[in-house]
């Protein structure tokens, strides 16, 4: 359901520099999307690209970014370097069965108001309408850098599962109907709150079974 004051609408030129501002603000020890990465995404795979509109400003102050893949030609863990080709989208596949999402963020200012939840709820729509078999992507765990001495990060991820923790990124993503494959190391070259640890996520579209020899294992 929509937050009231909001609208998700896909991504224009307009909006890049704000883009990049909520980008520095999220992703403190990583170089913020610029406008020309931006446009390249837009040139890619345009249909992909959506945004969350604040609709008393106009301001853009949320983004979902993805891209369609055929993850047969991947490794289940490969970088977000390798799949999203250094940031530019240019391995983009129009004929791709998996939806790639790529980035998810949301300005301080207007988290814990529903907008991941109705940003993932839009790339689900664009995997229903495209006919294809399955979004994959790999959340962040923010929470584990304070406990990675102690826990391995598989123990971490079955902890945040089962509902006995609680991971400011990956709890929000399993409420949103994403369902956790395994945890690699090493998806973010950045990512010292993760202890450079993601779990690999995907949503299955029940319309559209997968071949079987394509399974992620
Ligand atoms: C992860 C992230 C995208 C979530 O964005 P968000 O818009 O705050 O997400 P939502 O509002 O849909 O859900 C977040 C929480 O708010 C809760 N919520 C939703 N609507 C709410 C409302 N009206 N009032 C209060 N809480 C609400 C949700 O239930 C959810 O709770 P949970 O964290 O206990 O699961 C955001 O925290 C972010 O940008 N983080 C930094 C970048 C990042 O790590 N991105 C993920 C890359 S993998």
Redesign the pocket.
Known sequence: MM?PGYLIRLMQPADYERIGEICRA??PHETPYTPAELAAHRAAFPQGQFVAEHTPTGEAV?VHFTLRLRMADYHIDDSWDVLTARGTFADHDPAGPTLYGA????SPDH???????ALTDATRGLVVEEGLWRMVG???L?GYGAVAGSLPAAAYVREVIAGNR?D??L??HL?DGWSVVKPIEGYLQHDPESANWAAVIQWVNPACPPPPELALR
């Open positions: 937050p999220v992703y949320g980035d998810v963020f949301v988290q814990h108001h529903g907008l991941a939840h790999a959340s962040r923010p609680t400011p990124v709890s929000a409420k």
